[in-house]
T-cell receptor, first 115, second 116 residues
């Protein structure tokens, strides 16, 4: 079956611009996670959605980062006034219902480069 | 969150068993041990998880010590395609809307290189 998909696969932008990154989770998965991975590091948690609501946004680095999931399926991660330090691979994952013990399925990521 | 310690890198010959160790000495009773791997330029892939008992699936076996302070992931017959970064993660329960869920806290992982 279809896995988690993310678009675009690559995004190059200039410092100060606004970007949106999209995640399509596995159909029927109510839990959705965003992570960020810098070069040579493991992924770092950003935010967790259960259905339409952000149940845990403790990993968002600052208020330039925002994510939505209006219909409980597709999610968009939005970054305002991008900075060079935002350059990373942004990973999305989904799981059946987020309950401890359920595995997370990851997408291929969006590589964001801020010039 | 309980921290994990893994060797930064390991080598394994193709066809042999790869045994990847992980220390998690501060693990608490309700925390699961998870293993994921990440092949170059791909998202992480779930391998296996366990709470107390040893587990086996089609990909690997997970051996957890009786005191749960360490574990070993075993790939019984490593192939070149198993070359990846392997992450051992202790998954904590957190409360969100009354439901316990587990975000993943990744460390640096072990770079496993399988050579011919």
């Amino acid at each position: 079956g279809a896995g988690v998909s993310q678009t675009p696969s690559n995004k190059v932008t200039e410092k100060g611009k606004y970007v949106e990154l999209r995640c399509d989770p596995i159909s029927g998965h109510t839990a959705l996670y965003w992570y960020r991975q810098s070069l040579g590091q493991g992924p770092e948690f950003l935010i967790y959605f259960q259905g339409t609501g952000a149940a845990d946004d403790s990993g968002l680095p600052n208020d330039r980062f925002f994510a939505v999931r209006p219909e409980g399926s597709v999610s968009t991660l939005k970054i305002q006034r991008t900075e060079r330090g935002d350059s990373a691979v942004y990973l999305c994952a989904s799981s059946l219902n987020g309950v401890l013990g359920n595995e997370q399925f990851f997408g291929p990521g969006t590589r964001l480069t801020v010039l | 969150d309980a921290k994990t310690t893994q060797p930064p890198s390991m080598d394994c010959a193709e066809g042999r068993a790869a045994n990847l160790p992980c220390n998690h000495s501060t693990i608490s009773g309700n925390e699961y041990v998870y293993w994921y791997r990440q092949i170059h330029s791909q998202g992480p892939q779930y391998i296996i998880h366990g709470l107390k008992n040893n587990e086996t699936n089609e990909m690997a076996s997970l051996i957890i010590t009786e005191d749960r302070k360490s574990s070993t992931l075993i790939l019984p017959h490593a192939t070149l395609r198993d070359t990846a970064v392997y992450y051992c993660i202790v998954r904590v329960g957190s409360r969100a809307g009354g439901t316990s869920y587990g975000k993943l806290t990744f460390g640096q992982g072990t770079i496993l290189t399988v050579h011919p």
